[in-house]
């Protein structure tokens, strides 16, 4: 009888710690997928901001989800009315 009461517990416990590392790694890996798209987020803006530098003409012109404002002292690439990156020019 006792030892049917020991097995239980190791199940549960094995049990329990299964249920936890999953909830670990699910957490995990939705932090990484956020941050991997904040990253290719801030990387689409570095490129816009390089090719809006380049260009002589100032103004604003879109990409894709982004709007990029050229002025004479700054360069900022906005997606959903947010600032994504801005650049001051001196």
Do not use: W
């Not at 590392?21 to 932090?31: D, E, V």
């Not at 003409?57 to 360069?75: A, D, K, L, N, P």
Request: hydrophobic share 50%; charged share 20%; glycine share 6%.
């Amino acid at each position: 009888m006792k030892r049917a009461g020991f097995i239980l517990a190791n199940q549960l416990l094995a049990a329990t710690i299964i249920t936890v590392a999953i909830a670990f790694f699910a957490i995990n890996y939705q932090a990484l997928m956020r941050q991997k798209r904040s990253m290719d987020e801030q990387l689409v803006a570095a490129r816009l901001i390089k090719e809006a530098v380049d260009d002589p003409h100032y103004g604003t012109f879109r990409s894709g989800e982004m709007t990029v404002s050229h002025g004479r002292s700054q360069v900022a690439v906005t997606k959903d009315g947010r600032v994504v990156m801005q650049l001051c020019i001196k």
